[in-house]
């Protein structure tokens, strides 16, 4: 039996909604593993998350695929006409589908971002003890040999004197 665009339809949007979900249940536990400097959590957690991102990626090309074996574009605006194509009933499934998704998904991104500006924090923790190692304190305290007010202070290097 071959199932119709709409179930393939069906069947993609809700595959995208458990992948995304498991996906956004990953990306909690990261933003854990962030605070308290889980380095083996957070080596375990990227190994979980790049498969989720793939599936969601190859999902996405079979959604759009349908659209287009179906003549719609790609995109929101050929899932919207292909949904306001369905009956009320399915457009009311469908739409309560990819409204869900959007959830998710917004909720993906918004957790991704927190997870990056956590990881951008510690990168600049750690370059600033780094510099502090080497001898170059980057806060403007001092003026440079031509009088000039310099954020780069040398000094002898911590790892030197060691």
Known sequence: MTMTSLQKLHNILQTEQITAS????LLKYERSALTKSDVDAMT???????????????LGREREAVLQMEGFSAGKDGLSAFIANQTDQHSRILTGMVDALKVTAKACREHNQVNG??????????????????????????????????????RQPLLGRV
């Open 22 to 25: 498991q996906l956004l249940e």
């Open 44 to 58: 375990e957690l990227t190994v979980k998350k790049q498969p989720l991102v793939v599936h969601l990626e190859q």
């Open 117 to 154: 500006g956590i990881v951008n924090v510690n990168r600049q923790y750690v370059q600033q003890a780094m510099n502090i190692l080497r001898g170059r304190d980057m806060t403007p305290s001092a003026y440079g040999p031509g009088g000039e007010y310099t954020s780069q202070v040398v």
